[in-house]
């Protein structure tokens, strides 16, 4: 049972460059959000999604698009990389419920933008 | 727009001494779930808490939830060096908020032996 699991893990792009983070569940998961972690600014919310087909900002949305074209899939897009956008981001999934459950983790994806 | 505070930044402590983190929300929670991440690794669920005033132990660590659902904390007892990581608060409000969780900035606790 691979859980959630990110591609790449590590990247390093040139500003201006595009590129596309994808995030796979095999859980069956109704709920799934992109995160990105900073050194003193702990998990910060970019995206996330309720369903198939949906999509919604966090707290951090600007620079960064989603799609969630399939129930397991949820990818997050960089249309044009600004160094700002270095980071670790980790994708989650939880089950549906009156509010979001236990959110299972990937191993995060490192992204260097010079 | 809704925050989630959290206190201690950081926390040195000796090995067998407690350790508690803090966790203030401006508004009022649905939940709250706490996390831990272990040093080059992703958050791991630890628990949840619903209920107003609600407390939950596993083995040495103790979980409230307070009155008003907008503070939290999480207490270890003699801490031992397996307990080295980031633990991290995150609450959601009422459920008209659809998935959104809101994480803390995290408290990172190092242990001496």
């Known amino acids: 049972n691979a859980g959630v699991t990110q591609t790449p893990k590590f990247r390093v792009l040139k500003t201006g460059q595009s590129m596309t983070l994808l995030c796979a569940q095999d859980?069956?998961?109704?709920?799934m959000y992109w995160y990105r972690q900073d050194p003193g600014m702990g998990l910060r919310l970019i995206h996330y999604?309720?369903?198939?087909?949906?999509?919604a900002k966090g707290e951090v949305p600007d620079g960064y698009n989603v799609s969630r074209l399939k129930k397991q899939n949820f990818l997050l897009g960089l249309e044009s990389a600004a160094p700002s956008q270095t980071s670790v981001y980790f994708c989650?999934?939880?089950?549906?419920?009156?509010?979001?459950?236990?959110?299972?983790f990937g191993e995060g994806s490192r992204l260097t933008v010079l | 727009g809704q925050q989630v505070m959290q206190i201690p930044q950081y926390q040195h402590v000796q090995e067998g001494e407690d350790f508690t983190t803090y966790c203030n929300s401006s508004?009022?929670?649905?939940?709250i779930q706490w996390y831990k991440q272990r040093p080059g690794g992703h958050p791991v669920f630890l628990i949840q808490?619903?209920?107003?005033?609600e407390v939950k132990k596993q083995k040495r660590l103790t979980f409230q939830f307070g009155e008003a659902k907008k503070n939290s904390s999480l207490h270890i007892t003699a801490t031992q060096t397996t307990d080295v990581g980031t633990y991290f608060c995150?609450?959601?409000?009422?459920?008209?908020?659809?998935?959104?969780?809101?994480f803390g900035q995290g408290t990172e606790l190092s242990v001496k032996p």
């Open positions: 989650a999934s939880s089950l549906r419920g009156r509010s979001p459950g236990e959110l299972f």
């Open positions: 859980m069956n998961h109704e709920y």
């Open positions: 999604s309720v369903g198939e087909g949906t999509t």
């Open positions: 508004t009022t929670l649905s939940n």
């Open positions: 808490l619903v209920k107003s005033g």
């Open positions: 995150a609450g959601s409000l009422f459920y008209n908020q659809g998935g959104k969780l809101i």
